[in-house]
């Protein structure tokens, strides 16, 4: 039994592959798109239910704000055997082509955390498998879904992207924002860099699709800046690209 997720392997039925989401809320609507779902319990912020692509098992389950709670999530999944994971979150436009309602495929991500650093040296780069990105950008293209793929930002304080110039660091935060939007990351959010380098580390597959939610460089362009939070779009890519890589692998 894992201490914080508190789940065991016989629980997962042979599941090799995981969809997470940082929103317990966000588990169950996933499940839904599973066949034969059941809920296997609740732990701090890990949620976690079953289900089946196709007959074969699928592990849904939550992992919190932040990149601490996400690495707790991917050590104790790839110990019980999980082997492939995609992320569905959501994120903030960066670039002014990415609107509210597109899906954001992550290729890598700047590693602005925290957590990463306790694993591998800032030089070690945060890079999704790159079958899992294959995956998930077929689905989109099968779905007919708008999407984006590259680099995301990763940062720890959600408060010192959204209001940077209060912060007493604000000549840092604001300089590198600048910083990324040139370099061409596409969106911001919170737990892609712990996952990629986690993964990497414990040599497991991960992935990472992102719902747009709005875009705060369009507000200051005064661009339209719609806002969007129907999250159902990135979780079809997510399943679609799951039953793929299952075809792929054999299963």
């Known amino acids: 039994m ?12 042979g599941a090799e592959y995981a969809i997470l989401a940082g929103d317990p809320g966000r588990i169950e609507a996933i499940a839904q798109h599973l066949e034969r779902p059941k809920r296997l319990g609740q ?58 309602g597109d899906a954001v495929i992550v290729q890598a991500a700047i590693r602005q955390d925290g957590t990463s650093r306790e694993y591998l040296p ?15 950008k077929q689905a989109a293209l099968r779905l007919g879904q708008r999407h984006h793929v590259g680099v995301v930002q990763c940062k720890d304080s959600f408060y010192g992207q959204h209001s940077p110039q209060r912060m007493p660091v604000s000549y840092e935060l604001l300089s590198k924002w600048d910083a990324w939007i040139q370099g061409g990351a596409l969106a911001s959010e919170m737990e892609t860099a712990a996952l990629f380098t986690v993964a990497s580390v414990l040599r497991v597959r991960a992935g990472a699709v992102m719902l747009c939610i709005w875009n705060q460089e369009r507000d200051k362009a005064g661009l339209p800046h ?10 079809q890519l997510a399943v679609q690209a799951v039953a793929e890589l299952m075809a792929q692998d054999g299963q």
Do not use: W
């Open 43 to 100: 732990n701090r912020e890990y949620t976690s239910f079953l289900g089946y692509v196709q007959g074969r098992p699928l592990l849904v389950m939550s992992h919190g704000i932040g990149g601490p709670s996400t690495a707790i999530a991917v050590e104790e999944l790839a110990q019980l055997g999980i082997k492939t994971m995609i992320r569905v979150g959501t994120s903030g436009g960066m670039q002014q082509q990415v609107r509210a």
């Open 226 to 235: 719609e806002e969007c939070h129907d999250t159902q779009g990135v979780i």
């Open 2 to 13: 894992q201490y914080h997720i508190q789940l065991d392997a016989p629980m997962l039925e």
């Open 122 to 136: 800032i030089e070690y780069p945060a890079v999704a498998d790159f079958d899992v990105t294959a995956a998930l």
